[in-house]
């Protein structure tokens, strides 16, 4: 358990999945930020919402001598990561589709940590020409390898239905402006909901951990 979870308001991590420049992602991102901003338990004080952007962490392709399920981190860009992740006390990953899967960026980030992800909650936020959907299906699998409990609702966002092309460069594959569709802030509301009702019910556990290690080592 790390001290997130047992103190505070609720720390949710926004991680943006993708690394590509001219990724989409990133408008996404901020779009699903000023959400969070209007959400009760962020007006509230009760949760706050940071954005993590994984390029920025600039990760090497897993170069870590041991596995991460034993906590034996022994590279600087590993502890830095892990600092991030563990300072959180949930999730909300942002990925797009690429080719039926989670971008490989987004795959090397999650298998850098194991204790930092577990017995956490987060909710999957997707988008492509299908939604994103299948990269959902695949990275809710992933999370719950490393023990991360996903939300039921998840937002899928079109490139059909969400992005704007007016006036674009149709010879531009980066093109089109970010606008979601009717329903989606409500959806991702939902979602949030979900993540932030889940992290509570998981905290008085979590407290209850704490107060039986701390009986055992004066025992």
Known sequence: MTNAQSMGPLRIG?????TRPGRRGTAIAR????????HEAVRVGDA???LVDLAEQELPLLDEPVPALFGDYRRPHTLRWAAVVDACDAFVFVTPDYNRSIPAALKNGIDYLYAEWADKVAGVL???VRGGT????????ILTEVRTVVVPTEVALSIFTDFDFTGADSG????GRFVPADG????LSAMLTEIVTWSRAGRPVDQARVAA???????
């Open 213 to 219: 290690d701390q009986a055992e080592l004066v025992s």
């Open 134 to 141: 299948r990269a959902a299906d695949h990275l809710r699998a």
């Open 184 to 187: 989606r802030e409500a959806e």
């Open 31 to 38: 779009w699903a930020m000023e959400v969070a901003e209007r």
């Open 14 to 18: 926004l991680i943006v999945g993708s």
């Open 126 to 128: 997707s988008y492509g």
């Open 172 to 175: 531009d594959p980066t093109a």
């Open 48 to 50: 706050v919402c940071t």
